[in-house]
Each structure stands twice: as C-alpha cells, then as structure tokens.
C-alpha cells in the first residue's frame, strides 16, 4: 500500500503503539476491531492477545500469512487504493485502529466503521515530518486538525488528540487522535470507560 511503505519510525518493530496502549482501557475483551493496513500485526497480535476478536486488513499477503494461525485475528487481503473497499458497506466494529497509514479518499470510509459506543485510534504522520525524512510527499502527510476534522465530520466526539514532534526513536511529526462514538446522545464512552478503569 502506498501510504504504509515507511518503516515505523515512530515505535519500532513489535511494541503496539504508546498511543494504541493509552486508550487500551476502552478496549473489551469479546469486542470487534479492524485493523486498517495492518502490515505484520504489530496491533492485530496484541489485541487478539487480549481477547478481542480482529479482522486484520493488508494487500501484503506474506505478512498476513504470519498470521494465519492466530485465534481471534482474521485476515482480509485487499488493495486499499486500487479497488473497492474490502468489506460490507454497513460493517462497523467496536475499535477501528490506524497507524503510519493515509489514503484520504478512506477518511471517511475508516471513521464510519465506528461502531456505536466504539472508538477510533488513529495515528500516522503530519505536515512538517519532510524536514526529517520520509514520508515526505503531502499525500501521505497530516494537514494541521485534519484528523479533527474527520472526527467531526463522521459525528465522533474526540477523547484525545495530539499534533507534536516525537523526538525518538528518530525525530517525526505525527497526529493522534482518540475519538468515540455515542451509543446514546450525549453518551461520552471514552470517559465513562476511563472512569471505570481508574475506579
């Protein structure tokens, strides 16, 4: 996938996200999540760890391969930008997680897989990372607020956000964005899940 060639500069290798493990506690064992260009699973193993039920999605089939044999974790090979989106139009899911990826004609697509009372992590990288390497082409950078603006747009009410410069494991400017789904108007289930979490 175009958006997902650059290594992961902001985590290395295996770890999930920092970002990812900050909301975990909005994340149920026995739920649903979709992991959007999913790569080798860094997320779709960890979650599946935890007993959440994932559909791991990536054009790369060698990777997805890696996890064929895992429980919990079922993988859906597509191209994300050169064909129709892989799943039913009306599917949502509990959690929808999207790391070191954009295809902005998705946007929307991603945000409306929200299920309600679910949640979206999103995190990928911004305008001003070409002053430290790659990405470096607009496409696949961040303007300032636009994940913000996909969470308004999709009716998602924001936990978290984050428009910073990470210092390491080497200097890359990213946007993070946290952002929940009512069940009910009114309903904030980030925060009513961080409370039960903190109780």
Known sequence: ??????????HGTGAPSPWLMRWAHLIAPGTRALDVACGHGRHSRWLASRGVNVTAIDRDEAALATMSTLAGVTTVSADLEGAPWPLPADATFDTVIVTNYLHRPLLARIAASVAPGGVLIYETFAQGNERYGKPSNPLFLLAPGELLDVAREAGLRVAGFE???LPAPRAACVQRLCATRASTPGENPGTAALYEATA
């Open 1 to 10: 996938m175009t958006g997902v060639v650059v290594p992961d500069v902001m």
């Open 163 to 165: 428009d910073v410069t």
